[in-house]
């Protein structure tokens, strides 16, 4: 398919550019191999989640407006932006982090947080809250499909038939050349709107570990979701965009989209216009003010 290929070559432009990175500086508190949290403001606790190569601070300005009135918990995700491998460097990386914020969250002895993830981190957030429901008290997906997979095959493929491409890729991605920005800069181009923004994120994938994206781009890409939506019970909603010089229809994208969620019953799946893909970002003001009503909610 079409999809397919120009996912192919965004998957190749992030592991073109993907370096060896720094260690992380020590964080007190919650500790594991494969996350750190950074906590701010108090109230109702409210959980962000960033996605494939990012780092915490995407939420930053969400995080700004929000931590007069709620207690914001940013995780990062070890072997992305800058952040040492660890725990992430081998094997699967959503599913284990998944477990890694279910035992934050019962540590910390938090009382069923809001968790809002995008991208990758919407991948975990559903994972969360559909293994852990009674951890999770709310739920927000910004800007994935519960089977990313669906884009790297023909209509009626499965985890399991997707995976030839998905072991393909990645060994496409461990065997790119390292350090070339030029493909990740067409990348982030295609992925956020607001152009002085897209140097960070560019760096941001540059100094994430290689295999670490990889692997984690590899288990997106064989992780159906769709059959334990139904086993989620917190309040869910999906905010999404149409990409941009998208090779289908945009009709069509928009309904699998919409189809995609049907075993979640009462999910609110919202379209976001004039935004790419990090809608904190290039829709800031509309993001913050759907996160203050999915808060209310």
Known sequence: MKRRGVLAVLAAAVLAACATAPPPLPEAGFRS???????????????????????????ADTAAALEGRYRVHLV???????????????????????????????????ERPAVIGHSMGGTMGMMLAARHPDSVGKLMVVDMFPWMGAMFGPPGATAE????????????????????????????????????????HVEYARNSDRRT???????????????????ITAPTTVLFVIPPELPIPAEQY????????????????????????????DAEERFIADVEAFLAQ
Do not use: C
């Open 213 to 231: 994206v990889a692997n984690a781009f590899h288990e997106l890409i064989v992780t159906d979701l769709r059959p334990e939506l139904a086993n």
């Open 254 to 281: 928009e309904g699998y989209m919409r189809t995609s969620y049907l075993s979640l019953p009462g999910a609110r799946i919202v379209k976001v216009e004039d935004s790419y893909h990090f809608i904190m970002i």
């Open 76 to 110: 990062q995700l070890n072997g992305f932006a800058g952040f040492d491998a660890a725990g992430n460097a081998e094997g699967p990386v959503a599913a284990p982090v998944a477990e890694e914020i279910a035992r934050y969250i019962e540590e910390e002895g938090l």
């Open 161 to 200: 038939s997707v995976r030839p491409v998905a072991d393909a890729m990645r060994t496409q991605m461990l065997t790119a050349p390292a350090g070339q920005t030029s493909m990740a800069e067409q990348m982030i181009a295609g992925m956020i709107r607001t152009e002085s923004a897209r140097a960070q």
């Open 33 to 59: 191999e494969r996350i750190s949290v950074v906590t701010r403001g108090a109230g109702p606790d409210v959980i962000f989640i960033p996605g494939l190569t990012s780092h915490r601070d995407v939420w």
